[in-house]
Each structure stands twice: as C-alpha cells, then as structure tokens.
C-alpha cells in the first residue's frame, strides 16, 4: 500500500463544495484509475488513464472530473458534491504487460468520503 | 445491473472450514478473472488470479474453480484461519485493463 498513496484518508463535506481527492504512485505504473466502493455493490470504475494524455470515462463518471498532473499523480475531483457521492474511493494504479498477462492492480488505502 | 454477480454475500464458518464463494458473469470477453482480498481499512489486494481456459488454479490454501461452459467461478479457502477473515472480491478483466467487480463476500472465521 505504500507504493500508492492517497489523500486524504477520511474528508466530511458538505453539499454542493468542491472536492479533490488526490493519488501518487511510486510504483512507476503508466496506468491509474479512480473507484468507488459502496456496500454490496463492490468496486465501480470512475475514471482511468493510461498515460498522462490518454484519460477515460469508467462506468460511473457523471459527477466526477479527474486530472493526469503527471505519470505519478492522477487526481479525482467532485465539482459540486452531493450526499449519494458518500463512499470509499480507491485510486489503483497498475503496469503495462503483453497479452494474456494478468496485469495486477494495486490499490491505495483509500479515502473514506462523506458529503452531508 | 452488475455484470458479475457474487454470493454470498456474507458468511461466518469455524476454523478449519472451507469458504466457498461464487461468481457469476454474462460478458464472454472477459479475459481474466482475479479475486482481491480486502482488510477493514485497507485497499484490496490482488489474491489470485485465473484465465478462462484453466478450469483450477491454486495458491497456498486458496483454490479457484472456473466453469467456463456455465459463466461461473469459486473460491474455496481451504484450512481457514481467522486470519482468513475479510471481505473477499471477485472481478473480472475486459480490454484496457478495466475490472468489474462483484458485490463482495464478507467472511469471517470464527477460532
């Protein structure tokens, strides 16, 4: 978990403020994405990136903007929060290997996020 | 609507039972199916992991079986320690590298 970091850890804010969760990996990892843990629901992809110019659209990213600052740092913003946004989110970052390779993702610790 | 469907979703055994937890996926490109472990306060981190044409994969007290035929895979946690209690993940992989992730197990073993 070292390896990726993530900040803050825990944030309480309250509607409509704007938010920044940050992510830094030392791992030299060219891809990075964004999730969102609620309970019984798993892990959902917000956003990812697969270099510094290459940033996508997950399964679930109205609400959320992200910036690529650089190979190391991969940010995910909410312009205006709202409650249903209360949740775990994860950054993982994850290396570049050839096929039919398993290219493991790691994750941060997270950052336990309420929005009142 | 989740693509990959895991129970369940929680389950209490004693020490030295076998967990057994299953998934099941529609999407057949899925390429890779891994299972992450999480702790309470913790990121979850990768467990094992198994491609669709291996119908059994084990790593230490951890086996998957993967039915390629019914869209299905398990974990089975052989030997189970307390230690082995958390909340435990299956995913599958589609192009670029993306998961999707199972509701989650939550399991806890009892001494």
């Known amino acids: 978990d070292a390896d990726v970091t993530q900040t803050p850890r825990n944030r309480i804010t309250k509607t409509g403020k704007r938010i920044m969760l940050e992510c830094s990996q030392t791992k030299g990892h060219d891809r990075m994405y964004w999730y969102r843990q609620d309970p019984g629901l798993g892990l959902r992809l917000i956003y990812y990136s697969f270099d510094v110019k290459d940033i996508n659209k997950g399964e679930i990213s109205d609400g959320y903007s992200v910036s690529r600052q650089a190979q190391a740092k991969f940010s995910l913003s909410l312009e205006s929060a709202i409650p249903n946004q209360t949740a775990l989110y994860f950054c993982?970052?994850?290396?570049?290997?050839?096929?039919?390779?398993?290219?493991?993702?790691?994750f941060g610790p997270g950052t336990r996020l309420t929005v009142l | 609507q989740q693509q990959v469907k895991q129970s369940p979703q929680s389950l209490i055994v004693q020490k030295g039972g076998i967990p057994i937890i299953n998934c099941a996926y529609e999407?057949?490109?899925?390429?890779?199916f891994p299972w992450y472990q999480q702790f309470p306060g913790k990121g979850p981190a990768l467990l094992i992991a198994?491609?669709?044409?291996?119908s059994e994969k084990k790593e230490g007290r951890f086996t998957i079986s993967f039915n390629k035929s019914a869209k299905q895979f398990s974990l089975h946690i052989m030997d189970s320690q307390p230690g082995d209690s958390a909340t435990y993940f299956c995913?599958?992989?589609?192009?670029?590298?993306?998961?999707?992730f199972g509701g989650g197990t939550r399991v806890l073993v009892k001494p």
């Open positions: 999407n057949t490109a899925f390429d890779y």
């Open positions: 198994i491609r669709p044409d291996v």
């Open positions: 993982a970052t994850s290396d570049t290997l050839g096929q039919g390779v398993y290219n493991e993702q790691f």
């Open positions: 995913a599958a992989r589609a192009a670029g590298n993306k998961l999707t």
